[in-house]
């Protein structure tokens, strides 16, 4: 159930704390496991209604970290 948001906050503090700006969470190799078919992110009402300006949906696949494709997916 991981937002969009918190994924994009998780590129942003990874992306400081290396001081590595040019490449997705900061240089880091990111493994990410789990069900596609989980259950929806809990997003209260107020905070779709800011979030709906920098994402389509809420799901993690729209994060802005993930949109260069700059991914090998296995």
């Known amino acids: 159930m991981l937002r969009a948001d918190v994924l994009d906050a998780i590129d942003f ?3 400081h704390a290396r ?5 997705p969470f900061g240089g880091v190799q990111v493994l990410m496991i789990g069900d596609l078919f989980q259950l929806p992110p809990i997003v209260r ?4 209604d800011v979030l709906r300006n920098y994402y389509q949906t ?5 994060a802005q970290a993930l949109q260069p494709k700059r991914f090998r997916i296995y």
Do not use: A, G, M, T
Not at 45 to 48: A, F, K, S
């Open 13 to 15: 503090r990874l992306k």
């Open 45 to 48: 009402d107020h905070e779709w």
């Open 58 to 62: 809420i799901w993690f696949f729209d």
């Open 19 to 23: 001081r590595n700006y040019n490449q």
